[in-house]
């Protein structure tokens, strides 16, 4: 099997990596499509010690005998171990001993195959397409700021970062139907958001705005400080 193996930040494409065998209670999924994320070029960096194929973003289609054999899938990343007392507690993504898909003591999907628990997957619709598909776990990531935060139609909101991840919580923030100024660096990123009514400026054009809610998704320490004020 071929796979982007990550070890000591030296990224190298292997040609031998041995089929994934799924435990009990895990699919084998063939890989159709993979997204990068930032977290991915943080570990070739260095930023958490991971040695393994990278990439937890992805769609595949389920090999495995069963009910889920042939269907397109996505899948969350954490895999629980099922006896801590998160787990206990149905809250799985904070399980003590978790593995987590490309990140953790887990294999990830920039290969031909990975696995993953059964209660990690999720059927893909028919009429969403691979290319839509592989945003699910970003979008899910997204999707955490309604939960978070109330966010009100009189609201005015301040958005700062224009990366994938930017650009997806800002058209997830938009649909409260808030005033959402979202603030870039990139123009034609912001020009994506701009063919959806999203107002955007420059940040080497922004003035100081006042805002209800400030949203920051850079990860910087000047996009922190831009939100504090």
């Not at 990550?6 to 065998?21: A, C, D, G, V, Y």
């Not at 595949?60 to 787990?87: H, M």
């Not at 997806?168 to 912001?190: R, Y």
Request: aromatic share 4%; net charge neutral; hydrophobic share 40%.
């Amino acid at each position: 099997m071929r796979g982007l193996w990550l070890e000591k930040q030296h990224l190298s494409l292997r040609k031998n990596l041995p089929l994934p065998t799924p435990p009990h209670g895990e699919a084998l999924i063939k890989i159709i499509r993979a997204g990068i994320c930032n977290t991915d070029v943080e570990l070739l960096r260095g930023y958490y010690p991971y040695a393994g194929v990278l990439g937890h973003e992805f769609v595949g289609v389920v090999e495995s005998d069963g009910e889920w054999k042939g269907k397109r899938v996505v899948g969350e990343i954490n895999a629980r171990c099922g006896k801590c007392e998160a787990c206990l507690h149905k809250n799985r993504n904070h399980c003590e001993h978790r593995t987590v898909l490309g990140i953790q003591d887990r294999n990830g999907v920039f290969a031909e195959y990975t696995t993953l628990p059964y209660e990690n997957l999720h059927e893909v619709p028919h009429n969403v397409s691979e290319d839509e598909a592989v945003f699910t776990e970003p979008l899910a990531a997204a999707l955490q700021i309604p939960q978070q935060v109330q966010i009100h139609p009189e609201d005015r909101v301040v958005l700062i970062g224009d990366g994938k991840l930017g650009l997806l919580c800002a058209q997830v923030v938009a649909l409260s139907g808030c005033d959402l100024t979202v603030i870039g660096k990139h123009e034609n990123k912001l020009e994506i958001l701009k063919r959806r009514g999203i107002k955007t400026i420059l940040m080497s054009a922004a003035p100081k705005l006042k805002a209800d809610v400030a949203i920051e998704v850079t990860g910087s320490p000047g996009g922190f400080e831009m939100a504090r004020g």
